[in-house]
């Protein structure tokens, strides 16, 4: 592995350790997961646009680009509120396990809008394979059945947002200008929804610890990570990322146990197919190495 190679793997998994957060975060504010979003998008639309203020990069390009950026937002503002309603219907762990789906859609959603590639046999046996992990996971924990089902749109949210994400991070716009466009397509998301998922127009307001736990929900999940995402994305396959990305449930369903303890702990045969989802899509690359050849 070259160096250049090393430094985008060990990039990667920083953003991932980060998100691992993100479902544990979104138990400990105590707030309605729209409103979650709504304040931590809100948030992440000022860190972006102070960034670009002092990277010296202009937030105004033409139109279409604008339109586009804040439509690709709008689906990681459903991807978040997806993701956020399922740990309040389940637990993190039940949210996080579903999250490596999101490479069998990305494989079936990319060749649809890229148009530069076809659908992969060993892809879509991995694909076959996770299902059936999937569905391990419903049969022994039943009673998170619509928190794990919910999880699943969020993971094909999550596909479809990194797919488009990808369209536009090829091109010459910088990514803090990316970013403030895209969080405020997913604010503007979470505004939209909030009257068919909430009580009201106007969102509550965090205490003193939620408060705090926004912060680094929106600083350190969002804006950092987000910066590092959108920065390798333009060295990197979105296939890799998805790769990569299948560690996040690794990461986040241990941090959860240390944060939460006994509500944590799953039954053995969640972890059996939660071990079978993570292990298959890590020795994807080996996979379709063997096939191709």
């Not at 250049?4 to 691992?20: D, E, M």
């Given at each position: 592995?070259?160096?250049?190679n090393?430094?985008?793997?060990?990039?990667?998994?920083?953003?991932?350790?980060?998100?691992?957060?993100?479902?544990?975060?979104?138990?400990?504010?105590?707030?309605?997961?729209?409103?979650?979003?709504?304040w931590?998008?809100?948030?992440?639309?000022?860190?972006?646009?102070?960034?670009?203020?002092?990277?010296?990069?202009?937030?105004?390009?033409?139109?279409?680009?604008?339109l586009?950026?804040?439509?690709?937002?709008?689906?990681?503002?459903?991807?978040?509120?997806?993701?956020?309603?399922?740990?309040?219907?389940?637990?993190?762990?039940?949210?996080?396990?579903?999250?490596?789906?999101?490479?069998?859609?990305?494989?079936?959603?990319?060749?649809?809008?890229?148009?530069?590639?076809?659908?992969?046999?060993?892809?879509?046996?991995?694909?076959?394979?996770?299902?059936?992990?999937?569905?391990?996971?419903?049969?022994?924990?039943?009673?998170?059945?619509?928190?794990?089902?919910?999880?699943?749109?969020?993971?094909?949210?999550?596909?479809?947002?990194?797919?488009?994400?990808?369209?536009?991070?090829?091109?010459?716009?910088?990514?803090?200008?990316?970013?403030?466009?895209?969080?405020?397509?997913?604010c503007?998301s979470?505004?939209?929804?909030?009257?068919?998922?909430?009580?009201?127009?106007?969102?509550?307001?965090?205490?003193?610890?939620?408060?705090?736990?926004?912060?680094?929900?929106?600083?350190?999940?969002?804006?950092?990570?987000?910066?590092?995402?959108?920065?390798?994305?333009?060295?990197?396959?979105?296939?890799?990322?998805?790769?990569?990305?299948?560690?996040?449930?690794?990461?986040?369903?241990?941090?959860?146990?240390?944060?939460?303890?006994?509500?944590e702990?799953?039954?053995?045969?969640?972890?059996?197919?939660?071990?079978?989802?993570?292990?298959?899509?890590?020795?994807?690359?080996?996979?379709?190495?063997?096939?191709?050849?």
């Amino acid at each position: 592995m070259t160096r250049s190679n090393l430094r985008n793997y060990i990039q990667l998994h920083l953003v991932v350790l980060a998100w691992g957060l993100t479902a544990i975060l979104g138990k400990l504010i105590l707030l309605p997961p729209v409103d979650v979003v709504l304040w931590r998008t809100a948030l992440a639309v000022l860190g972006f646009a102070a960034l670009a203020w002092f990277l010296g990069h202009s937030i105004w390009v033409s139109y279409r680009r604008i339109l586009a950026m804040l439509a690709v937002g709008i689906v990681l503002g459903l991807h978040w509120i997806l993701f956020f309603w399922s740990a309040r219907l389940a637990t993190a762990s039940v949210c996080l396990a579903a999250m490596p789906t999101a490479m069998l859609w990305c494989s079936l959603i990319e060749p649809v809008i890229d148009g530069s590639r076809r659908w992969r046999f060993a892809e879509l046996l991995v694909g076959a394979v996770m299902v059936g992990a999937v569905w391990i996971i419903y049969q022994v924990e039943f009673r998170y059945w619509l928190g794990f089902s919910v999880a699943i749109a969020a993971a094909v949210m999550a596909a479809l947002f990194a797919t488009l994400s990808k369209q536009q991070v090829a091109r010459d716009t910088h990514w803090s200008v990316i970013g403030f466009y895209q969080m405020s397509g997913a604010c503007l998301s979470a505004c939209i929804s909030r009257p068919f998922l909430e009580s009201g127009l106007r969102p509550r307001l965090p205490d003193a610890p939620s408060a705090l736990w926004l912060g680094v929900l929106a600083l350190v999940c969002t804006v950092a990570a987000y910066a590092g995402f959108m920065d390798v994305l333009r060295r990197v396959s979105v296939f890799t990322v998805n790769v990569v990305y299948n560690m996040e449930p690794v990461y986040g369903i241990v941090l959860a146990a240390v944060v939460f303890g006994q509500a944590e702990f799953m039954s053995a045969g969640f972890y059996l197919g939660a071990s079978v989802i993570i292990a298959v899509v890590l020795s994807l690359p080996w996979i379709r190495h063997w096939v191709e050849r």
